[in-house]
């Protein structure tokens, strides 16, 4: 209870103190409004406490709340500035959910927090199947709950690329093997789409004719694939082949696994950064 009081005093220095001289603390103590001293720190933003009861051996980073919410899920709903803090622990599981259903990338969409979400999207962390939203959004900061829910609709419908992108945006680092393989996913799908659209329209030997005779009612993904085909054509000439072999060679479900994108990039770092990844 004492932690609890002091993490909700924001008192660092109590917080310090207690975890250093009582080895035998519950930590995850839940005060008589079910919340943890880490469900409050994530609330009310303070990181230097956050990452003191990270450190605690004892620490239940998935700890619920009265209605089954995790820190996690404090933190993305109210758009606390630990939210980065969170999602570098591995052991936060983002894919929780709460007693609404709802995971924590679930509430940053809901509440508009466009900057939220994309950072549990670069993060890497599985986050779940999104929901899909279909009540109109209302109230305050309208435009940022519309674009959130577009965000949502662009993760659900390819989250390899819209990972990539938010990536780029808040320049996660990634190796040049990462951002090719990224193009490799992207394309194989796209390509694949316009194989099924225009086997019913034409037949599939025009798609390599697209630039002659595309078809009037393009799919939505089209013009993505188009553009990222043309960047795909700065890639080394073996990447090529390769990414042309996937294409035309395989299947939908075939798309490449997680032992052939570690072959992918281990090839692709020795042609494109001599077997080092870019720091």
Same mark, same amino acid.
């Given at each position: 209870?004492?932690?609890?009081?002091?993490?909700?005093?924001?008192?660092?220095?109590?917080?310090?103190?207690?975890?250093?001289?009582?080895?035998? +603390?519950?930590?995850?103590?839940?005060?008589?409004?079910?919340?943890?001293?880490?469900?409050?720190?994530?609330?009310?933003?303070?990181?230097? +406490?956050?990452?003191?009861?990270?450190?605690?051996?004892? +620490?239940?980073?998935?700890?619920?709340?009265?209605?089954?919410?995790?820190?996690?899920?404090?933190?993305?709903?109210?758009?606390?500035?630990?939210?980065?803090?969170?999602?570098?622990?591995?052991?936060?599981?983002?894919?929780? +959910?709460? *007693?609404?259903?709802?995971?924590?990338?679930?509430?940053?969409? &809901?509440?508009?927090?466009?900057?939220?979400?994309?950072?549990?999207?670069?993060?890497? &962390?599985?986050?779940? *199947?999104?929901?899909?939203?279909?009540?109109?959004?209302?109230?305050?900061?309208?435009? #940022?709950?519309?674009?959130?829910?577009?965000?949502? *609709?662009?993760?659900?419908?390819?989250?390899?690329?819209?990972?990539?992108?938010?990536?780029?945006?808040?320049?996660?680092?990634?190796?040049?093997?990462? #951002?090719?393989?990224?193009?490799?996913?992207?394309?194989?799908?796209?390509?694949?789409?316009?194989?099924?659209?225009?086997?019913?329209?034409?037949?599939?030997?025009?798609?390599?004719?697209?630039?002659?005779? &595309?078809? #009037?009612?393009?799919?939505?993904?089209?013009?993505?694939?188009?553009?990222?085909?043309?960047?795909?054509?700065?890639?080394?000439?073996?990447? #090529?082949?390769?990414?042309?072999?996937?294409?035309?060679?395989?299947?939908?479900?075939?798309?490449?696994?997680?032992?052939?994108?570690?072959?992918?990039?281990?090839?692709?770092?020795?042609?494109?950064?001599?077997?080092?990844?870019?720091?």
């Amino acid at each position: 209870m004492d932690l609890y009081h002091a993490a909700n005093h924001s008192d660092a220095e109590r917080v310090r103190a207690l975890l250093r001289d009582s080895p035998d +603390i519950d930590v995850n103590y839940l005060h008589h409004n079910f919340l943890s001293a880490l469900h409050m720190v994530c609330i009310t933003d303070k990181p230097e +406490i956050v990452k003191m009861l990270l450190a605690h051996p004892s +620490i239940d980073v998935n700890v619920r709340a009265l209605r089954k919410e995790t820190p996690l899920h404090f933190a993305c709903k109210y758009d606390s500035f630990v939210v980065p803090l969170l999602l570098k622990d591995k052991r936060v599981d983002a894919t929780l +959910i709460d *007693d609404t259903g709802y995971t924590a990338f679930d509430w940053s969409i &809901k509440n508009g927090l466009c900057g939220t979400a994309e950072m549990l999207i670069a993060s890497g &962390k599985e986050l779940g *199947d999104p929901v899909t939203f279909i009540d109109r959004p209302g109230g305050s900061h309208l435009e #940022q709950k519309i674009a959130a829910r577009k965000l949502n *609709d662009r993760f659900k419908a390819n989250p390899t690329l819209t990972r990539y992108e938010c990536r780029v945006k808040l320049e996660v680092p990634e190796t040049v093997a990462a #951002q090719l393989f990224a193009f490799v996913v992207f394309l194989c799908d796209g390509l694949l789409a316009l194989k099924e659209y225009e086997t019913r329209e034409t037949a599939w030997p025009n798609i390599f004719k697209w630039g002659i005779t &595309k078809p #009037q009612t393009p799919p939505p993904m089209m013009d993505s694939a188009l553009r990222f085909f043309k960047m795909a054509q700065r890639l080394p000439m073996e990447l #090529q082949m390769i990414l042309c072999h996937r294409v035309l060679g395989r299947v939908k479900d075939n798309i490449p696994s997680k032992d052939s994108e570690l072959a992918f990039r281990a090839l692709a770092e020795k042609l494109v950064v001599g077997g080092k990844e870019e720091k």
